[in-house]
């Protein structure tokens, strides 16, 4: 399994990026795909996040703002960035939980995948 982000940047605040992950040894059918960013001395945290079943969940600070989606024909999970604020600024990584094998089979503990990080920066 590969997951290959892009398309950070610097923007000013207000303005807007497309960050990218290229996947690849996964089925989208069985797996959750979720971009979490970490911030220089904080905790990475999970920012948004969509299921097997196409159900996208976000953290409040980017509710409005920002948009997680998938296109299954290129193997690619979006993340669109509106009205970025400098908080926002962080490095952006790419995850992967598989959790069920091509025939079915539930995983107790979902397998996790990490892509490189991406940097963002929001200047105000």
């Known amino acids: 399994v590969q997951l290959q982000a892009c398309g950070g940047g610097l923007v000013q605040a207000g303005g807007s990026l497309r960050l990218s992950c290229a996947v690849s040894?996964?089925?989208?059918?069985?797996?959750?795909i979720a971009w979490f960013r970490q911030a220089p001395g904080k905790q990475r945290e999970l920012v948004a996040s969509?299921?097997?079943?196409?159900?996208?969940d976000y953290i409040d600070s980017v509710k409005g703002r920002f948009a997680i989606s998938r296109d299954i024909a290129k193997n690619t999970v979006y993340l669109q960035m509106n009205s970025l604020k400098p908080e926002d600024t962080a490095v952006y990584y790419c995850?992967?939980?598989?959790?069920?094998?091509?025939?079915?089979?539930?995983?107790?503990?979902?397998?996790?995948?990490w892509g490189q990080g991406t940097q963002v920066t929001v200047s105000s």
């Open positions: 995850n992967a939980d598989i959790i069920s094998s091509e025939s079915g089979v539930v995983f107790t503990i979902p397998r996790t995948y």
């Open positions: 040894g996964l089925t989208f059918g069985n797996s959750a």
């Open positions: 969509v299921s097997n079943l196409f159900n996208t």
